[in-house]
């Protein structure tokens, strides 16, 4: 049997915010950058993390003076063009707490539950499942255990994020009533009332 993990305080988690996609169907535009409000999605995230999670850090390959300038600390793939799985990689190596806690960049909407949700679920780690599906980048991971699949399955060719979450026997947790949306295309974009790119 698992041994559910502690009640995590925010020194026991790191947020890691997945932002290495191109935005192909935004022109190129970098999505961690969008705004809504005035405010830049990254930015947006962080703060409202701000009261779960100790630090910060973003999975990217561009722009990591951008980040800086701003207090967010940017970690680059260690294997190029493997997909999610080379930032999931990045942030695994370069976090220093027990936990790490990943969304993707571009989730438009986040539940207030989320993260005492996927940690109620067990010491192996688990990951959301929204009233759109499966989202295999929003999970709370053990970090030991990530640095060594992840590693593992990129040396090996098999980049599936959910062929790991099994092999890691992480659970999915149902948040229903949930959908974090993503921003994809420019009709994303309006419908979420964020400007254009």
């Known amino acids: 049997m698992n041994a559910r993990p502690p009640a995590l305080g925010q020194e026991a988690v790191t947020l890691g915010m997945l932002a290495g996609g191109r935005g192909l169907r935004l022109g190129g535009a970098d999505k961690a950058w969008l705004r809504r409000d005035g405010v830049a999605q990254v930015q947006r995230l962080a703060a409202r993390f701000a009261p779960e999670t100790g630090a910060v850090l973003v ?33 695994a190596q370069a976090c220093g707490s027990d936990w790490l806690l990943t969304v993707p960049v571009d ?31 929003v999970a709370l991971w053990r970090v030991e255990a990530l640095r060594r699949a992840a590693a593992a399955a ?11 979450q099994r092999r890691l026997g992480m ?18 974009l309006a419908a979420a009332g964020f400007d254009p790119a």
């Not at 499942?129 to 295999?136: A, E, L, N, S, Y």
């Not at 659970?171 to 994303?188: C, K």
């Open 59 to 91: 999975s990217a390959n561009r722009a990591a003076e951008r980040y800086a300038a701003v207090g967010l600390t940017m970690v680059a793939d260690r294997t190029p063009d493997v997909g999610p799985l080379g930032g999931l990689d990045a942030l």
């Open 107 to 137: 989730v438009v909407s986040v539940n207030d539950c989320l993260l005492p949700s996927l940690a109620a679920a067990g010491g192996t780690g688990a990951y959301a499942v929204d009233d759109d599906g499966v989202q295999p980048l």
């Open 154 to 164: 990129i040396a090996s060719g098999d980049l599936a994020v959910q062929v790991l």
């Open 171 to 188: 659970a999915a947790v149902r948040l229903a009533g949930v959908r974090f949306g993503n921003l994809n295309t420019p009709e994303d």
